[in-house]
């Protein structure tokens, strides 16, 4: 009877168990996947947690402004590049900045500051279209204050030097104002989304902790490549805001540029990390 039964249980493994394909595959992850945020969850508006995060958003985008726009007309005012910090001084006050302030209210409200980022998760169904929406005026009004106030502080000046207003630069079309705000915002987006992986936090511990800082080093490297440009938005916020308060007509001209550019950008970027990224496997059968 042994004998009998030591074949049996050899004659099964010739026979492996079948793998899973499809949706199926997923039943053997070693990390939890998030749910899909609802579309609208009015929960939410009674939630403290809520309102805080807006706050949180509200601040850290009135703090972004406040110092790259100081730093900005900083670089104008010099005689030259060479008297200043230059075009790599201001890509790294927007870098630093965005890696202090992600760092400080990723754990509040996602540390956003920014509503292409916004757009792009919510079109991942990272959070619900009320959330959304909320962030984005809250991102809006604190870039509107921070520029308010670097104005109030030296007004004549503030005019004189732009005020960190973003325009297409001459000798570039409005095409390339357009395809730089694409593409810097889809390189921006995607490394948020990579930065933020929920299969990469689960296996790498350290992730978390760490995703400030690529994030960070991706807004100071486009900095880098588009200032020349159009002085980089990838931040609808960050040029209503300085807009809104400079307001002369060349803020103005090609404004459009800075709304399109960036939420087409986070657009593609979210449809590249839920399509391509972090698609469905499907495991070949065995």
Not at 115 to 143: D, E, H, N, W
Not at 158 to 166: E, I
Request: one cysteine or more; hydrophobic letters at 45%.
């Amino acid at each position: 009877m042994e004998g009998k039964e030591e074949d049996v249980r050899v004659g099964a493994n010739k026979f492996p168990e079948r793998q899973p394909i499809g949706t199926s595959a997923q039943s053997d992850k070693d990390y939890k996947e998030p749910p899909p945020a609802p579309l609208f969850e009015p929960g939410e508006l009674a939630s403290w947690s809520f309102w805080r995060a807006g706050i949180a958003e509200f601040i850290a985008t009135f703090l972004f402004l406040y110092i790259t726009v100081l730093t900005v007309m900083g670089v104008k005012r010099s005689p030259n590049m060479c008297a200043s910090v230059g075009i790599q001084g201001i890509a790294w006050a927007f870098g630093g900045m965005i890696f202090a302030l992600v760092y400080c209210t990723a754990g509040i409200s996602g540390g956003h500051i920014n509503p292409a980022v916004t757009f792009g998760l919510f079109l991942a169904r990272k959070l619900s279209l009320t959330r959304a929406v909320y962030y984005i005026v809250m991102q809006c009004l604190g870039a509107i204050c921070g520029a308010g106030v670097v104005k109030g502080f030296q007004p004549k000046k503030y005019q004189a030097l732009g005020g960190g207003a973003n325009t297409i630069a001459h000798g570039y079309t409005k095409g390339s104002g357009l395809g730089a705000e694409i593409i810097g915002t889809f390189v921006l987006v995607y490394t948020v989304f990579s930065a933020t992986d929920a299969k990469r936090n689960a296996r790498d511990s350290h992730v978390p902790i760490l995703a400030p800082l690529p994030i960070g080093f991706a807004v100071f490297l486009v900095h880098l490549a588009t200032i020349p440009i159009t002085g980089t938005g990838i931040n609808p916020a960050r040029s209503l805001g300085a807009a809104i308060i400079f307001n002369k007509d060349n803020a103005w001209n090609d404004h459009w540029v800075f709304w399109v550019g960036p939420f087409i950008g986070a657009a593609l970027a979210a449809l590249y990390h839920v399509i391509v990224i972090r698609a469905i496997p499907f495991k070949s059968r065995s």
